[in-house]
């Protein structure tokens, strides 16, 4: 079993992933419908491994409750009927919690699965990054 170092997301890294979030060169739309876009990426040819992003205008919800929607553990269950379990393991820093997010997705055959390091950083507003 290989074991892989996971860096704790810094200002560069956050910034990088916001760059790929708006850049649009290399990723084909797949979906794009009442305030829904879906773009895919392909990562590996061999495997039909592809990256996706999505991206969902809510213009009568601020950024900060969406978020706090999305990463309430105890809240997600009362709207989220997929949910398995959830729950935060631990808090990195100040501005970095990890989680864990388990679901039932329609159509597969098993649940799917997450734990994921919930980066926030409070910027100010800025020009678009290139891509």
Not at 6 to 13: L, N, T
Not at 88 to 114: F, H
Request: some cysteine; hydrophobic content about 35%.
């Amino acid at each position: 079993m290989s074991v892989e170092t996971v860096a704790i997301p810094d200002d560069r890294a956050f910034a990088s992933f916001k760059a790929e979030c708006l850049c649009e060169e290399g990723w084909t739309v797949t979906y794009n419908k009442s305030g829904i876009t879906v773009w895919i990426q392909n990562v590996d040819e061999e495997k039909s491994l592809h990256k996706i992003k999505c991206r969902m205008v809510c213009s009568e919800v601020s950024a900060e409750t969406m978020y706090d929607v999305l990463h309430d553990t105890e809240y997600r269950r009362k709207w989220d009927s997929s949910v398995i379990e959830t729950f935060d393991i631990g808090r990195l820093t100040v501005n970095t919690d990890v989680g864990y997010y388990s679901s039932a997705i329609p159509l597969m055959l098993e649940q799917s699965y997450a734990a994921a390091i919930h980066p926030v950083l409070e910027q100010s507003p800025a020009a678009p990054v290139p891509c």
